[in-house]
Each structure stands twice: as C-alpha cells, then as structure tokens.
C-alpha cells in the first residue's frame, strides 16, 4: 500500500540525528502498524487476486505498491519458479519487505508508480493491490504499467469497496461521522475508483484490451475488539489519521460507539466481518 508521505518542509536537519539503529527502528515500527491495521488483510485478498489475474508459475511480476511485501510472497508461494520485483514509494515499506523476501526470487526497491524505471516489455504481469487509489495520477500509472508488461500480458488491481463491502472500515467511518459530522469528507467512501465499473473504466480508457471487473470477497477475523480497535490507534492509512488527529476524549467514545457496535454490551469475543475489494483485469495490446 501507498503510505500517507509528509508534506516537505523547509526546516534545517538536526543537528544531532537519531542513530542508525533508532532510525531503523522506526522505519520498522511504522511497517509493522502497517502490518497490523492492513496488510494482514492484503495477504488474505492476495491469493484469489492471483488468481483472478491469472498470474502463472514461471512468470516475471511487478508488485507497485508493493508494501510490506504480501502481495509478493503469496506470488512466490503460489508459483515457486516465478520471480517479483516490488516497488514502494515508502523506504520503511522496503526495508520491511526485504526482511520477509527469504531468497532471491523477491527484490523490493522505492520506486515511482508514475515514473517505472524498467524497459518496455519487461514483466509478463504488472500488479496493484490495495493502491490505485493512493496514486495521484491513477491514468498515468496504468499506462507505466501497461508499457513494461509485454504484449498479451497482464496488468491487473484491486480495490478495498470502501462505501459499502469493506465492513471494518465502514463500521469505522459511520460511528466517527455520528461522533462528529465534520469528519464525514475524510470518510474513505469518498475514495476515486473503490465503486463499481470505474475500475474497468480506467482500464479501458488506457487501452487495454479484454477488460474484466468482478468483486473479490475475504472474511477479516479478529480474536478480540482489543485486536479490532488497536491498530487504528498506530497512525496508519485515513482512518488511523483520523483517530490520531482526536483528543482522548473524543477516542474513547469513539472507541466506545464501536464496541457496542460490533459486540454489544456482553464480554469481548471474536468478530468476523466481511471485505469486498473490486478487482480489475486487461490484456496489454501488441503495440
């Protein structure tokens, strides 16, 4: 997934930066929440999206977007001769990823999902799992990755329903809109390209051929609410900024309205609820 980077600033460094190793730290800190909050998600989704894209054993992918690396590892565990380069704009995400690669078959590099590197006709599949929608120019994007897929192969993507399918995130956003209708423009079904047919739409305006569009459905378990609720306290994606952003007060009634919601007044338990991505598929024209 595509993190939320920090504007720039103009400030001058510190004078005494933060050790290696606390940098370090850090950087695998925020991958770690990331983990936590989504990508254990995103390794869920991962395989029947590998399967709707129709990637085969042998195959070169591109992961953009690539994360902690999820996407990745389940193409290698499904097709152990293929081979997977991941790119990231977030170096925590990269670092991360590179720890959980195992072998030589997986490389993980920051890169541009605007602006890729590789020649044409380098991958025989570009992959976009849970990103679309975090790239700024989303049309330009697909069209990289059409240019370094060879003719006939396969770019494809996924995006999280986020008005109605995606059930963690839209339990979320109601109860903080009830808690403060001021917060309902950072609701994430506002996002572009997470409602049905506008994925395909941008396929086929890039000119790729055979387009398919189906939703792709996984059920989220957690052992507990505590499981539910704290990784929406690390900061991560629109929501963790959200909870960031609130006083304490305002968290822990917002916390509150959710377990009511999802367990009731009775003790803590499991909860199971669902999550529906739009996946989209083309073919990439001989050129």
Known sequence: MLPLLPACTNSPAP????PAGRVATTMFTEAEAYDRFMGRWSRRL???????????DGDRGLAVGSGTGALAMVVLQEAPTSRVVGIDPSPAYVAYARTQAGGGRATFEEGDAQRLRFSDGSFDAALALLVVNFIPDRAEAVRE????????GVVAAAVWDYGDGMEMLRAFWDEAVALDAASEPRDERHMPTCR???LAALWRAQGLLDVREEP????LT???FEDFWSPFREGQG???AHVASLSEGSRRDLELRLR???IGEGGDRSITLNARAWAVRGVVPVR
Do not use: D, N, Y
């Open 15 to 18: 004078e005494r930066p933060e």
């Open 260 to 262: 009511r919601r999802l």
């Open 145 to 152: 990755m059409a240019r370094v897929t060879r003719p006939g």
């Open 222 to 224: 957690f052992s507990s």
């Open 216 to 219: 792709l459905v996984i059920p």
């Open 196 to 198: 049905p047919g506008e």
């Open 46 to 56: 991962a395989p029947p999206f590998m399967k709707f894209a129709g990637v085969k």
């Open 238 to 240: 629109p929501a963790g």
